[in-house]
């Protein structure tokens, strides 16, 4: 196996690019966040007696969404695009990075560093589910189904940086509930993300529960994607995460011979 030249950038130049103001977006979003998921949940239980089941399944699917959605958006902070792009790279680009080359760094960020950009995406589509109207004759469980859905997975969603935060605490500073959840996988288990971890950092990009990890992997579901995605734009996937040479090296569709090497870091 050729090993992998991975150039990645520098730690303290990707964490000083936090900025202040966009703490304020940060803080407004969170804020946001939390009114909305209140009125849907007020707005849902009226409905817990005449719809019990619609409103579980509805949880539990919320679940299983925020695992893909959580995946599929860090697979594409990780894959796509540069710090260097205006607004997007500084915002929500660098966190991706910075995670690669410090794990630790997140252990560090408080409350808002770390949850505030996952309730800024999460904000409009949360919003929009507290629009769905559930008084239509016919269509109250289907329309039921996808609020109680979109808000269980906007919330995990919201809950994943947190969770993937914990998993990275390190077992001294893990409280033993957490532990438990962990070894139950009802949350994501520390040693399950250390896969994601291992250079490329190619793969188990899901950090909610990590139950899609697995199957996602089994079906290729990222490379397929990242083929599809170069065919149309040229771009190469984690350029900029693991620089050009070795990106090239494992991009889809290269020769066999340039697998990646899998050895730490
Ligand atoms: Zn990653
Ligand atoms: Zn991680």
């Not at 539990?60 to 695992?67: E, I, N, Q, Y």
Request: hydrophobic share 50%.
């Amino acid at each position: 196996m050729t090993e992998l030249d991975i150039k990645q950038q520098n730690a303290q130049a990707l964490a000083a690019g936090y900025h202040k103001p966009f703490r304020t977006v940060e803080v407004v979003s969170i804020v946001s966040f939390w009114a909305i998921i209140v009125g849907v949940a007020v707005k849902a239980s009226a409905f817990r007696h005449s719809h019990p089941a619609v409103l579980i399944a509805a949880l539990v699917a919320g679940l299983f969404m925020a695992d893909f959605v959580g995946g599929f958006v860090h697979w594409m902070g990780d894959t796509w695009g540069s710090t260097e792009m205006p607004i997007l790279g500084k915002a929500l680009i660098r966190p991706f990075r910075e995670h690669h080359v410090d794990e630790q760094a997140m252990v560090r960020h408080d409350y808002i560093e770390t949850n505030g950009a996952n309730c800024m995406i999460s904000v409009p589509v949360v919003g929009a589910a507290l629009f769905i109207p559930l008084n239509i004759d016919g269509w109250i469980a289907p329309a039921l189904f996808a609020m109680v859905s979109i808000g269980s997975m906007v919330l995990w969603v919201m809950m994943t940086n947190q969770i993937h935060k914990w998993s990275h605490l390190g077992e001294a500073r893990t409280p033993g509930w957490l532990k438990l959840l962990q070894r139950m996988h009802l949350v994501l288990p520390p040693d399950h993300h250390q896969i994601h971890h291992t250079a490329p950092f190619d793969t188990y990009y899901c950090i909610t529960t990590g139950w899609l990890n697995w199957p996602l992997a089994k079906i290729g579901f990222y490379r397929r994607m990242e083929r599809l995605v170069s065919a149309v734009t040229g771009l190469i996937p984690r350029r900029d995460d693991i620089g050009l040479e070795a990106a090239l090296k494992i991009a889809p569709g290269q020769p066999p011979q340039a697998a990646p090497s899998r050895g730490p870091q």
